[in-house]
């Protein structure tokens, strides 16, 4: 395994745990009252998802390279 290959993954799992974090806030928001406060966990939803989308395609683009490299 190269190094990319170990970026690839490492920001695989930041996309998930974005996601997860995103899916979270809305059911925070849909709840009524978040635990963190409103602003805090829509700060989060506005943030989570572009991270999870950037690291999502980053991580597929540095997967590919490593597979091309390999080959």
Not at 1 to 7: D, H, P
Not at 14 to 19: E, M, R
Not at 53 to 59: D, E, N, R, Y
């Given at each position: 395994?190269?190094?990319?290959?170990?970026?690839a993954q490492l920001l695989l799992g930041?996309?998930?745990?974005?996601?997860i974090a995103f899916v979270g806030s809305i059911y925070e928001l849909s709840s009524g009252e978040p635990d963190w406060g409103a602003t805090i966990t829509w700060g989060i939803?506005?943030?989570s998802l572009p991270v999870a989308?950037?690291?999502?395609?980053?991580?597929v683009q540095l997967a590919r390279a490593s597979m091309e490299n390999n080959s």
């Open positions: 395994m190269n190094s990319s290959y170990i970026k930041l996309a998930i745990v974005a996601a939803l506005g943030l989308i950037v690291c999502f395609v980053v991580a």
